[in-house]
């Protein structure tokens, strides 16, 4: 991506500078912090695996003649050392929700993040080729966005509000966020607007960088 697509943030809430006149904010939201953690750091999974590293020490402890109490000292030492990496990845996670904020305007995309070192990444429709939409049970959801040919950014730059895995053409996305079909919805219409088409009520009538998306969103 060119460098102007990064930008610090001196502005206002999600925004590195004032918008220009004619453009406006549609949408705007940030990670569940609950969601990015069973999603992004697999907390859940974590705690199953220390769970059974705990379980079977114990079992094990037991099977060879120890005594209950220097068991449960030693299942304790296990959980007080499991408890701190999950404490803070979930920390971590509650973090990246208070310092980013995902903006949709009626002609771009904003991404602004960072805990030591605020950014926003500016994403003009102009520079999408397509958008996607994957719903959670829970209303949440991730909505990636793939750039068109030619234009790169680098994955770890972003991560965690990437895709997962896509590194050799990293699809910035926003992740995590609560009531996505709402959000898609609002992203679809802007990016048909500005494509000087109507939205229709055929998906596949739309423009290729509106068309995925709005197959999900049109049920929103």
Request: proline residues 7%.
């Amino acid at each position: 991506m060119n460098p102007e697509g990064l930008m610090e943030n001196c502005g206002g809430r999600g925004l590195p500078e004032k918008l220009p006149a004619g453009e406006r904010v549609l949408w705007q939201g940030s990670p569940r912090w609950e969601t990015l953690f069973r999603r992004a750091f697999h907390g859940r999974a974590m705690a199953i695996y220390f769970a059974a590293i705990i379980g079977y020490t114990t079992v094990s402890s037991l099977a060879a003649g120890g005594t209950g109490g220097a068991v449960a000292v030693t299942a304790a030492k296990l959980a007080a050392v499991a408890v701190v990496p999950i404490l803070l990845a979930a920390l971590y996670c509650w973090a990246v929700q208070r310092s980013t904020v995902y903006t949709v305007t009626s002609r771009r995309i904003v991404m602004s993040f960072g805990l030591a070192l605020p950014m926003s990444v500016n994403l003009p429709f102009s520079r999408i080729d397509a958008a996607g939409l994957r719903c959670n049970a829970d209303g949440t959801g991730d909505i990636p966005l793939r750039l068109l040919d030619g234009e790169r950014m680098a994955y770890f730059m972003v991560w965690p509000h990437a895709r997962p895995w896509r590194m050799a053409r990293t699809e910035p996305m926003l992740r995590c966020i609560p009531e996505v079909r709402a959000a898609a919805g609002v992203l679809a219409r802007a990016l048909a607007v500005d494509a000087t088409m109507p939205v229709p009520v055929v998906p596949q009538a739309q423009p290729a960088r509106a068309q995925a998306l709005l197959g999900e969103a049109a049920h929103a």
